[in-house]
């Protein structure tokens, strides 16, 4: 086992007890500064200050993994709320954020910290030698992470752990936040926690059935405006989905219309991404009718809200398809693409087949030959 130098279990969040007196600071609110402090740390500390006042009485503090806890609180004292307590060890976590999303006001802040799967990582190897870390990460990230995720192994793992010390990734917890109805104002890591601050701006959605599994369904706008639900193989982290309008204000796009620096898809998706595997599924679609093979590619309500009023009437008269006139064009910028699926469309609804198999031809031209991908 590595040794590890003592970590300072004290955190000081100002010079002295005697000079925050005589700063005229309340004696209450030194104490409880030096609590949260001694607890998750000076910068944790810091961080929640730039968010919420801690002199205010209506910012509640709490360190807890029940909900009734926090149910407990009366609504109208409640203006903003933290929570010091890791949500690792909370086993319902989207009834714990629906229990703060009725408790504070709209535009209340509620602050939290978690354990992401990187961070465990990081833990695990820093204390074991890599010989031994490897196979402990191993087997604590399929029983704390994929076993309460399999409808088969969920039952045992709670039974056996209480929902306690389960794995999460970054992009699932902010994800759950949103939709349980809050907003990312910040989120930031300090020794191997993550904190974030998130606003109330909704109800939650309550969300009964996630999608955790490797086959998923995505919400897609189809022919006249009808949702479809295309099948693909999973390539990002779970909750996903919710990230997207949030993703994209932060990234932007990048070359080819996808998403830039996209942290929610994992490194195993990129590959699937690569050899096209992710998309297997979207046959099932194209039997029942949802989709033809050549034909503009299904979008969701926010990247469908990205293109002008002129392409989304266009889409909307005419099924999607398997294979986007991207592959036949290539472009690089959102214009780009606006115009490639524009040209696509006009000349479909003058000849018909004949332009899906003129597109077709293209497309496989440089799929094959010039090797050309999506990300």
Not at 48 to 76: C, W, Y
Not at 124 to 140: C, G, M, N, R, T
Not at 181 to 204: L, N, R
Request: proline content about 4%; overall charge positive; charged content about 25%.
């Amino acid at each position: 086992m590595k040794s590890n130098s003592t970590k300072n279990k004290t955190a000081y969040p100002y010079e002295s007890y005697d000079s925050a007196v005589s700063e005229g600071i309340p004696v209450e609110n030194i104490m409880l500064d030096y609590r949260i402090a001694n607890t998750v740390g000076s910068m944790a500390l810091n961080f929640i200050r730039q968010h919420v006042s801690l002199a205010n009485p209506g910012t509640k503090v709490l360190h807890t993994s029940s909900k009734f806890n926090v149910e407990s609180l009366s609504e109208d004292e409640v203006s903003d709320f933290v929570n010091i307590r890791t949500l690792n060890h909370i086993r319902y976590l989207n009834k714990f954020f629906e229990a703060v999303n009725r408790k504070i006001p709209e535009n209340g802040v509620f602050i939290g910290t978690f354990e992401t799967f990187g961070q465990r990582r990081r833990r695990i190897f820093s204390k074991y030698q890599k010989w031994l870390a490897a196979p402990i990460y191993f087997v604590d990230f399929m029983f704390h992470r994929v076993f309460p995720k399999v409808k088969i192994t969920r039952k045992i793992y709670f039974f056996l752990t209480g929902g306690s010390n389960r794995v999460y990734s970054l992009t699932e917890v902010l994800g759950r936040l949103v939709s349980c109805g809050f907003a990312i104002v910040d989120y930031k890591a300090f020794e191997e926690q993550t904190y974030f601050a998130v606003k109330k701006i909704s109800d939650p959605e309550y969300n009964e059935e996630p999608s955790y599994g490797p086959l998923f369904r995505m919400r897609r706008i189809g022919k006249n405006g009808k949702v479809i639900h295309v099948y693909k193989f999973r390539t990002m982290h779970p909750y996903s989905e919710y990230l997207q309008r949030y993703i994209f204000e932060r990234n932007n796009l990048q070359e080819g219309g996808k998403i830039k620096d996209d942290f929610r898809v994992t490194y195993w998706g990129r590959i699937m991404r690569k050899l096209w595997i992710d998309e297997l599924p979207m046959f099932i679609n194209f039997f029942k009718g949802d989709l033809k093979l050549v034909g503009v590619r299904p979008l969701s309500t926010h990247y469908l809200s990205l293109y002008d009023e002129e392409l989304r009437e266009m889409r909307l008269k005419h099924k999607p398809g398997l294979l986007p006139p991207f592959y036949a064009d290539l472009p690089k910028t959102l214009e780009e693409i606006i115009n490639s699926e524009k040209n696509y469309l006009s000349a479909y609804e003058k000849y018909g087949v004949i332009t899906d198999i003129k597109y077709l031809s293209k497309a496989l031209y440089n799929i094959l030959i010039k090797r050309a991908r999506s990300n």
